[in-house]
């Protein structure tokens, strides 16, 4: 499996802009679909957005549309969260997921389908 490392999170206002980036190691990370994930405390994880293995195809959960885009650089291995105009609600600890996904460009939202998980880092917004 790929092994995922988060990096960015930090405490903003609300308003603000962050990047959040995942470093992937040890497969090739083209053949990967990715997704970004959050979870507050006592909350459930959701899904926040999710990108095909060639950058092709995202898919955005209804709360972030329109303020958060997702990108990678397969040539850096990494995949990026742009986030803007922050809300104290997307205040959350970040995960980065991966999928293999040799066969095909789809993109996924369904935490099961994602095999490879980073350590997560946290943003909080405050207001």
């Known amino acids: 499996q790929v092994q995922l490392v988060e990096s960015g999170g930090e405490l903003v206002q609300a308003g603000g802009s962050l990047r959040l980036s995942c470093a992937a190691s040890g497969r090739t990370f083209g053949n990967y679909a990715m997704g970004w994930f959050r979870q507050a405390p006592g909350n459930e994880r959701e899904f926040v957005a999710a990108?095909?293995?060639?950058?092709?195809?995202?898919y955005y959960a209804d709360s972030v549309k329109g303020r958060f885009t997702i990108s990678r650089d397969n040539a850096k291995n990494t995949v990026y969260l742009h986030m803007n105009s922050l809300k104290p609600e997307d205040t959350a600890a970040y995960y980065c997921?991966?999928?293999?996904?040799?066969?095909?460009?789809?993109?996924?939202?369904?935490?099961?389908?994602?095999?490879?998980w980073g350590q997560g880092t946290q943003v909080t917004v405050s207001s």
């Open positions: 990108i095909s293995k060639t950058g092709i195809t995202t």
């Open positions: 997921a991966a999928k293999y996904s040799f066969l095909d460009e789809g993109v996924y939202y369904n935490p099961s389908h994602f095999g490879s």
